[in-house]
């Protein structure tokens, strides 16, 4: 896992019991799981909107957005992103239409 990747996820996790006035981060929590998936919801439309935009410096900052709102729900469900980088290397090398075909209800 990259550094910063590994160091906000060490904050997202030390900041999962505190008070929900003394930080944003402790604010999603305290607001649930519903609050907290919402708000990936609205930054996926808006990395949507960035990307019809084709704004680059916008894309990116959307894109930080909704991985970090990601993250806030990987740790509220006591999952890391080491999680989600196993899942992509077992995925790797596989081709997208064969996954996505292995993951349909029969």
Known sequence: ??????RL????EARRGAAADTSYV???????????LK???EEATELVMAGKDGV???IVAEA?????HTMVVLVAQNLS???????????FGRSGLDEKASRKST
């Open 1 to 6: 896992m990259s550094e910063v990747l590994s």
């Open 9 to 12: 996820q060490a904050v997202l």
């Open 26 to 36: 402790a604010r999603l929590y305290a607001g649930g799981l519903d609050g907290m």
């Open 39 to 41: 708000k990936i919801g």
């Open 56 to 58: 680059p410096e916008r």
């Open 64 to 68: 930080a957005d909704l991985w970090f």
């Open 81 to 91: 992103v080491d999680d989600v980088l196993a899942e992509l290397e077992r995925r």
